[in-house]
C-alpha cells in the first residue's frame, strides 16, 4: 500500500484523496470570506465548513490564511497566525481529518505542527529563509509546488517556458534533492505541478495534458485546478460557474496518476473521482484475473 506519513498520521495512496479547500482569508478568490462575521473570522463558522467537507468525502482539510491567487498581496505573519492557528487547534480537535496548512512561512510551519496540522503545503516550495528547516524539525508531511516567478504578485506577468513539462519535473526534482538533503524522507512528499502559478492557460492545458510524464519523478502528485483561471479562459465562465470545467479537470488529472485533489468543491469532485477511479480498476482486475 502506498501511504503518505503525515506525522501522527498515515493517508492511504492506493487511491485519489480529496483535499478540502478552507480559505480563511477575507480576500479569497473563489469563496473570499465565507467564514468572516462582518471583519471577523468566525472559528466555529471555519469548523462548521470543515465538518461539511468531511461529510461530504474529504480525508484532507488545507487551511490558507494568505490568498495566493494572481496579484495577491503577501499577508503580515502575525495576522496569518492570527486566522490558521484557531482554526487548526478546532479541526484537530473535533474532526478525523488531515490537516493541511497552506503558507510560506515558517513561523506558520512551526504553530500549526504545535496546533495538530499534519501535512504542510507550501506554494513557494519552502523557498523562504528557514521554511525547508522549519518543514524538517517537524515529521509532518508536506506539499512542495512549483510556481515560475517569486510570488503571486508578479507570476503571471509573462510565464515563458521552452518546454513547460520538462521545466515544471526539473524544478520539482531539485526540490526532492532539497528535502532528501536536509532529512525529509520520500515518504512525506507530495508533489505538485502548480497550475496557475506562473503559466498561461496553453501552459496549463499542456500541463494538464502530459501530466503522465511526472510519474519519472517517482512521487505522488497532488493537483490544485479548482475553479482556476484557466478553466474560465477555457470555457468563458465567471469563477462561481466553474464546478463543470473542474470537474473534466479532476477526472482527467485521476486518469493520468494525480493521488490527492485539491478543491473546493469535495462532494462532487469525490463522486467524480470514484467514478472514474471505478472504471480505471475494471480494466487492472479484468488483467489481474
Ligand atoms: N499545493 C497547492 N496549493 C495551492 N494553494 C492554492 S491557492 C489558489 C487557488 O486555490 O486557486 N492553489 C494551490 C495549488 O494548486 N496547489
Redesign the pocket.
Known sequence: MAVLECGTRRLNLDRTQVMG?LNVTPDS?SDGGSVYDDQALSVSRALQKAEQMVRDGASLIDI?GES??PGATPVPVQEELDRVVPVVEAVARELDVVISV?TSAPEVMRASAEAGAHLL?D?RAFTRPGALEAAAATDLAI?T?HMQGNSPIDMQNSPHYANVVEEVAAFLQHQIERCRQIGIKDNRILL?P???FGKTLEHNLQLLNRMQELHALKLPL?V?T???SMIGQALNRDVDERLYGSLATAVLAVTKGAKVM?VHDVAATVDAVRMTEAVMCESADRENN
Request: proline share 0%.
Open positions: 479547500i478568490f490558507g495566493t491567487r497552506d503545503n506554494v506539499c509546488m505538485d502548480g497550475f496557475g497532488l490544485g479548482s475553479r482556476k485539491r
